[in-house]
């Protein structure tokens, strides 16, 4: 059997399999949640209404060709045969002995196995029940999301999200922290926050603001330091070079200015 | 103003601001997203159908209580006035020059802030067009989602789940990898598995299944390895037995066994 897989984050990206889904706009919602995380395999066990199911299709905008290549199965037993590693997705642990993994954890399982060419699968519950304890033990390990303890309720899509979230991030560059800036400007050099900073102390000397001596030092240092946590751009120096300027120019026409 | 913070999960929860949010349903949604990470305090500005919202209400099942303990504000401004580190969630870059943090990294900084006394906050803007640029302006750097570039859309729960799901991990507990098993096993010992396998090994001789001498340390390495691998409990190690015994009593039965 063919699989269809996801490539817009790297590795083959696991199917998810839905067992009874209920409501096809949930099926449609899961849909959007797999798009979003770079998953495009679905396979439905048993939905409960009839398919093509046009609620499915109208929840699912924007990731309407998941809905349309989703495969139905008669069994859960059909629908995984063909994968070789397969997650639980459970809020309530069973009685049988099995590994339970964080989204975190299966996501590095996830990638490990994709990346030795393992077919891999994600399976759900239905809306109201989740899975039954003979698919649970189909699968290779459970998937619980670790959430508030007083209330670890989600619904379907938003498990499919948050897995598929944490499998995407396993191959995203994306860096924690981003400086954006507009193309036309850039991070302004010391040579520039130093030729403000002497202008913004030369003006501040001058209306004397600055005229308790053993207090300069600290006072120029604070000043310059609030400057720097700023992280200014070359463009915000010169914006704030003319600050300075329009305000000590106010300053002397008023007559308050020190020279 | 006193703050209402989230006590589930250790330091004070972010507070969640949505700017004229539209659908009654999706500020109910967004309840239960902040719940299910251990959020609680919900802020209000100027939500485009009248408050109390029955569809609100009706969307928070399982957290009412956030819906109801959820305050109302005429302006951002007033609603972030007395936050101290506010975080803007938008999908889009601006024109500003801005941080940009994943919820990976905001949680980090939300954690840290939040342990030192800092009121902090997430600013979601309305489902159709996000947050103003004068909105964006207000917050202390961007939190964008990282998700498949093809299909970035998300509706407001679901970045609430998002961000917040990454919020709760930083303090929680939860092992990736966790060995779940029931209160009346263990897991086997190498003493307990060693008899199995001599077990296993002597009847295999006994049946001829390891007649091919130069095969045979091979062969016992390949079977002892698949069973480690299984992570195998005292339990299942006795069941086993029992396997080896019933089949082995059935050769011998037929008259096919080895002796």
């Given amino acids: 059997m063919s699989v269809n897989r996801g490539e817009a984050a790297g590795a083959a990206a696991p199917a998810v399999i839905l067992v009874n889904p209920q409501l096809g706009e949930n099926i449609g919602m899961v849909a959007r949640a ?58 309530r642990p069973r009685h049988n002995t099995q590994l339970v993994l964080t989204p975190r954890a299966a996501a590095a399982e996830l990638r490990a196995r994709a990346g030795a060419g393992v077919g891999c699968g994600l399976l759900f519950g239905k809306e109201s029940r989740g899975l039954s304890n003979d698919d649970i033990a189909r699968a290779d390990a459970i998937l619980t999301v670790p959430l508030n303890p007083a209330f670890t309720s989600l619904n379907l899509a938003q498990s499919v999200l948050l897995v598929g979230y944490e499998w995407f991030l396993g191959n995203d560059a994306t860096p924690g922290t981003e400086l954006h800036m507009p193309a036309n400007t850039r991070p302004a050099n010391k040579a520039e926050l130093n030729a403000f900073f002497e202008h913004l102390e030369g003006e501040l000397d001058a209306c004397g603001f600055l005229y308790v001596t053993e207090k300069r030092p600290t006072m120029v240092r604070n000043l310059r330091q609030l400057f720097q946590r700023a992280g200014l751009t070359e463009q915000e120096v010169r914006t704030l070079r003319g600050v300075v300027s329009g305000l000590s120019r106010l300053g002397r026409s008023r007559g308050t200015g020190g020279d």
């Fill in 34 to 91: 797999m798009f979003n995380c770079g998953m495009t395999d679905l396979r439905l066990v048993r939905p409960r209404d009839p398919w093509p199911n046009r609620h499915a299709q109208a929840a699912a905008t924007g990731a309407a060709s998941v809905v349309e290549s989703a495969r139905l199965f008669d069994s859960t037993q059909d629908a995984v045969a063909d994968l070789q590693y397969l997650l639980a997705t459970t809020a």
